[in-house]
Structure formats: C-alpha cells, structure tokens
C-alpha cells in the first residue's frame, strides 16, 4: 500500500528539506500538503521552486494537497479567517473559491493527484442555502481542476453538512460526476463509526485520512495509540472498489518534536499493512 504522510504535522513550522528528509528517512513514499500560508505558501513562486527541489532530492512524492481552510497570511492551525465553498455571502465564497484555484496552479509546477476539500467550515447546517452554494463553487471549481489534471475529493467532516451520508447524497443529486471522496477514519469514528460511515462514500472514495482518537476529540493520535479497532478499519477499507492509500494525518504532541512521531508512524505504518493483507 501507498505510504503518505500529511504535512499537517508540521504545519505549526514553515516546511523545509530538512523536514522532508526526516520522512523520507522513515520509508515514506510521498506527501499530503497542508495549505496554511505559515507552513507553505502556494502563492510564493519562490517557495514552490524550493519545494521542487526538496522533493527530487529526497524521492518523495505530491501524493494530494490539503485545500486551504483558512484565508492565506494566516500562520499554521491556528491561521487567518475560515473560509468555505459552502458560505452563501457571494463574495466570500468567490474568495474562498479563489483560494482553492490558487492553490490547485502548485500543479503547473509540481503535478499531484488529488485535492483534499473541506465541504465548510464544519459549522453549517445541512440546509439548501449551503448545499447550492457549495454546488455553485464546485461546478466551477471541478472543471478548473480537472485541466490541471487533479481530483477534488470531498472529506467527511464533523457536522451535518458534510457527513458520509450527507455527501454521497450531495455528489448524487448534483451529478458532478467528476467529484470523488476522502475518507477520514477518525471523523468517522468520532461520528456514527466506521463501517456505517464508509458505507455511503465506497464506490467514490480515492484516498484517505488515517488517524486515531478516543472517541471524545479530534485527536489525529497515531493508529493504536487511541481506541479505533484497526483491523476492523484495514477491513472496512480493503472492501473498496480500489486500493487505498494510507494517508497519515497526525498532530505533533506539545511535548515531544516530530522525529518521535515520524519513528511511531513508521511502525504504524507496518502493522496496518500488515493488517492489509490478513486473510
């Protein structure tokens, strides 16, 4: 199975060669970009160069791209405004929809596959006001997408709007044929579990967010170190149409630096293939 690990934990540092040399290091195959403008800027022709550059000299791969969730000049997490396709003010939607186009041209420079896509902000209400806004914005947004040769996988998120069930029915009625799905395991699990939430998104999801929680936050703790039953996930995931990547989307623990984490993903990373091919 496909090895990636998001750059989301890192996103409180500005990315750099030495950051994706430690993953490399750990038998990585490639990369998930975070987009937060303190941690990478996708506007910077210069900090795309360099990015070029770190990625050939450590054979790590673009796997997919993190679309931006808040607007750029914030720093990390804890960055600017929030902003969604799904808002209904017009023009905070164009810029929002704006942000996303911005970052998808980083694939004129350094191709990736899949664009990552929060519906909202994770507090609108499942309601036809954010539905036809978030329509509108993906009308477009699809067909940008689609000449720079990228997929936009909608994530599950936490809240109405974008639940596994509430999205397969979006995808359905919209018949944006060319829109597919994320599966992320710990929303899941935080929601109505994994195998209920997996059920909706099967036959369109393409890629993955793997992480763990103990049921009450969302945590991003490494796998087996919450309380998700990981070989029910391996299970749930191997039952789609393709075989999935496994896409690592940690946190960094306020105590410990990231090389702890990297050694402990690595390991993770083994038992759930492991777990993969079980019969």
Same mark, same amino acid.
């Given at each position: 199975m496909q090895r990636i690990l998001s750059t989301y934990l890192f996103s409180g540092l500005q990315l750099n060669k030495e950051i994706l040399a430690a993953v490399a290091q750990k038998g990585i195959d490639g990369i998930e970009l975070f987009s937060a403008s303190g941690h990478f800027n996708y506007r910077s022709p210069e900090q795309i160069r360099e990015l070029t550059d770190w990625l050939g000299s450590t054979h790590?791969?673009?796997?997919?791209?993190?679309?931006? @969730? &808040?607007? @750029?000049?914030?720093?990390?997490? &804890?960055?600017?405004?929030?902003?969604?396709? %799904?808002?209904?003010? /017009?023009?905070?939607?164009?810029? %929002?929809?704006?942000? $996303? /186009?911005? !970052? $998808? +041209?980083?694939?004129?420079?350094?191709? =990736? *596959? #899949?664009?990552? $896509?929060? $519906?909202?902000?994770?507090?609108?209400?499942? &309601?036809? *006001?954010?539905?036809?806004? %978030? =329509?509108? !914005?993906? +009308? #477009?947004?699809?067909? =940008? %997408? /689609?000449? *720079?040769?990228?997929t936009i996988a909608l994530e599950n998120t936490p809240g109405e709007l974008a639940a596994p069930m509430a999205l397969a029915e979006f995808l359905r009625q919209t018949r944006l044929h060319d829109l597919r799905l994320c599966f992320d395991v710990g929303h899941a699990h935080l929601g109505e579990g994994v195998d209920t939430a997996f059920d909706p998104m099967r036959q369109l999801v393409v890629t993955t967010h793997i992480h763990d929680n103990r049921g009450e936050h969302d945590d991003h703790l490494v796998p087996f170190e919450g309380e998700i039953d990981w070989e029910a996930v391996m299970r749930v995931l191997r039952s789609a149409p393709i075989e999935l990547p496994l896409v690592l989307e940690l946190k960094e623990p306020d105590h410990e630096g990231g090389s702890g984490v990297l050694d402990r993903a690595a390991g993770a990373f083994e038992r759930l293939e492991k777990l993969a091919t079980a019969p």
């Amino acid at each position: 199975m496909q090895r990636i690990l998001s750059t989301y934990l890192f996103s409180g540092l500005q990315l750099n060669k030495e950051i994706l040399a430690a993953v490399a290091q750990k038998g990585i195959d490639g990369i998930e970009l975070f987009s937060a403008s303190g941690h990478f800027n996708y506007r910077s022709p210069e900090q795309i160069r360099e990015l070029t550059d770190w990625l050939g000299s450590t054979h790590l791969r673009l796997h997919s791209v993190h679309a931006p @969730i &808040d607007r @750029i000049g914030g720093h990390g997490r &804890d960055g600017g405004a929030p902003i969604s396709i %799904a808002e209904p003010d /017009k023009l905070r939607r164009i810029e %929002a929809v704006d942000e $996303m /186009k911005w !970052s $998808m +041209e980083l694939a004129e420079s350094i191709p =990736f *596959r #899949y664009l990552v $896509m929060h $519906m909202g902000t994770g507090r609108e209400p499942l &309601d036809e *006001r954010h539905q036809d806004a %978030a =329509f509108n !914005s993906l +009308e #477009y947004l699809v067909i =940008f %997408a /689609k000449q *720079r040769g990228i997929t936009i996988a909608l994530e599950n998120t936490p809240g109405e709007l974008a639940a596994p069930m509430a999205l397969a029915e979006f995808l359905r009625q919209t018949r944006l044929h060319d829109l597919r799905l994320c599966f992320d395991v710990g929303h899941a699990h935080l929601g109505e579990g994994v195998d209920t939430a997996f059920d909706p998104m099967r036959q369109l999801v393409v890629t993955t967010h793997i992480h763990d929680n103990r049921g009450e936050h969302d945590d991003h703790l490494v796998p087996f170190e919450g309380e998700i039953d990981w070989e029910a996930v391996m299970r749930v995931l191997r039952s789609a149409p393709i075989e999935l990547p496994l896409v690592l989307e940690l946190k960094e623990p306020d105590h410990e630096g990231g090389s702890g984490v990297l050694d402990r993903a690595a390991g993770a990373f083994e038992r759930l293939e492991k777990l993969a091919t079980a019969p």
